[in-house]
């Protein structure tokens, strides 16, 4: 079952995107990981910054969770993990094919570079990897990261966009 996350949600919300993120580790530039991969403080800042989460439930128990944010003219697809021990089960392609029908608007994804499993995945559902200077662009308009985080990451988009339209 999907749902949307509710506040007693958020220790479980975290559990996941931590448990699910360890996949990270070893992969993505040793200067980017960090433990835990999602602090307490920052999951808050994204949530009051407008990041709404969904959350797949088998059990009663949360085991993927897919965030959206609405940047206007995009939304952007945030903190998409799955439980380490419910991975390839398709639990992230029902949380983003439930999200994408949500909206009639450009959807986009930033993911790390090096995570190709991440990247093959998205593509699998239709997103479309950018272009090394688009996602720059994009990084820049829509995301809040470091911009060491932006050298080590991709943009794919469910849709063949210019910049000019977003």
Known sequence: MIRRAAQSDFDAIRAVINSGASAYKGVIPADRWHEPYMAESELRADIEDGVAFSCFLEDEQI??????QDRVSAVLIRHAYV??????????????????????????????????????????????????????????????VPVRQMETSVVLANACLSTDEL
Do not use: N
């Open 83 to 144: 439980c380490s021990s419910a991975r390839r089960r398709g639990i992230g392609s029902e949380l983003l094919s439930a999200l994408c029908r949500t909206t009639s608007k450009p959807m986009l994804i930033g993911t790390w570079k090096a995570a190709t499993w991440a990247v093959e995945f998205y593509v699998k559902h239709g997103f479309t990897l950018l272009p090394d200077d688009q996602a720059r662009v994009l990084l820049e308009k829509y995301w809040r």
């Open 63 to 68: 085991l993927g969770v897919m965030g959206v």
